[in-house]
T-cell receptor
Framework: DTGVSQDPRHKITKRGQNVTFRCDPI?????LYWYRQTLGQGPEFLTY????????KSRLLSDRFSAERPKGSFSTLEIQRTEQGDSAMYLC????????????FGSGTQLSVL | DQQVKQNSPSLSVQEGRISILNCDYT??????FLWYKKYPAEGPTFLIS?????DKNEDGRFTVFLNKSAKHLSLHIVPSQPGDSAVYFC????????????????FGKGTKLSVIP
């Protein structure tokens, strides 16, 4: 069990640029989640996949955000035309079907938009 | 509006004593509650959970109590150890109108616990 892996750990970008993050879940987990955490706040739900299907999306996920999980394995989260308000820690988590409340989180990608 | 509230941003406890972390919620549709622990530069890790049909769940040094009528839960750590120093998040999952559990967890802002040796 290598845990949930996220890449990169840190990303600094200029406003208006596009960024993409990658998440590799625990291999046997078929559910994958994206959360966002800003300073002084708890994680906020963004979206959720079961296998390759995106089943839930938060209204926090504006049309500048897109997430994919091709083949039900790794996932990518892309932010287009980044804004300073997008600066946050982006957390990925995965879980098994039978224990969906018990999420295993990665260490996150810290995004800074200048 | 904060549906899950952790009103104490920080808590300091002497090693060996009891740590009590509190959490209040406002959404009556929450049916499952979890506590996560987070160390700096790491993602949150699951600690303990409780279903709304129970009022207590225990796992080693950790016990979670749920008072549904007060919409309040608490995490007790006994005895507290320096390695318990971390940020603790309370989280809740709502039941959907279809009766199934939603996959969205709502987190509180966290309480930073410091256990002093």
């Amino acid at each position: 069990d290598t845990g949930v892996s996220q890449d990169p750990r840190h990303k600094i970008t200029k406003r208006g640029q596009n960024v993409t993050f990658r998440c590799d879940p625990i291999s046997e987990h078929n559910r994958l989640y994206w959360y966002r955490q800003t300073l002084g706040q708890g994680p906020e739900f963004l979206t959720y996949f079961q296998n390759e299907a995106q089943l839930e999306k938060s209204r926090l996920l504006s049309d500048r955000f897109s997430a994919e999980r091709p083949k039900g394995s790794f996932s990518t989260l892309e932010i287009q035309r980044t804004e300073q308000g997008d600066s946050a820690m982006y957390l990925c988590a995965s879980s098994l079907v039978q224990s969906n409340e018990k999420l295993f989180f990665g260490s996150g990608t810290q995004l800074s938009v200048l | 509006d904060q549906q899950v509230k952790q009103n104490s941003p920080s808590l300091s406890v002497q090693e060996g004593r009891i740590s009590i972390l509190n959490c209040d919620y406002t959404n009556s549709m929450f049916d499952y509650f979890l506590w996560y622990k987070k160390y700096p530069a790491e993602g949150p890790t699951f600690l303990i959970s409780i279903s709304s049909i129970k009022d207590k769940n225990e796992d080693g040094r950790f016990t979670v109590f749920l008072n549904k009528s007060a919409k309040h839960l608490s995490l007790h750590i006994v005895p507290s150890q320096p390695g318990d120093s971390a940020v603790y998040f309370c989280a809740a999952r709502p039941i959907t109108y279809s009766g199934a559990g939603s996959y969205q967890l709502t987190f509180g802002k966290g309480t930073k616990l410091s256990v002093i040796p």
